[in-house]
């Protein structure tokens, strides 16, 4: 079954919305869609918490120049969700375009009505 926040959206409309915030580095769409209390794990393994996730996309640190999404799994229940999301990125790093494949896992839950990312974590693919 699948699970509705308060405004009627899906888990998958919401990584949608994630997935543009992320390609403009819209900051107030990536605040109310990112839990205060996220975990994110980087591709080096290292913990990013929300403040920082949010600052790299306001410095440029990072800045995706394109998302093109190959494949997503999504799973509901409860208010509770995860999505696993594998697409070929483009980022800009010191100015050059670098394209990767990449595995974004995050753990979604409604929070004060709406779906958040709580924890999460990306990964390069072959």
Known sequence: MTSLDDAGQTLDA???ELLAAMRSSDLVALD??????????GP???AI???ADLESHRTGTTN???IDETERRSVTAGGRGTTDT????????????????L??????QIVDGQWKVVAGSVVGIE
């Open 64 to 66: 995706f120049e394109r």
């Open 14 to 16: 919401a990584e949608d």
């Open 32 to 41: 109310k869609l990112i839990s205060d209390d996220l975990i994110f794990v």
């Open 103 to 108: 595995l974004w896992h995050r753990e979604w």
């Open 86 to 101: 594998e697409a070929i990125a483009v980022l800009r790093i010191d100015g050059a375009p670098i394209q990767m494949r």
């Open 44 to 46: 080096q393994g290292h």
């Open 49 to 51: 918490t929300k403040e």
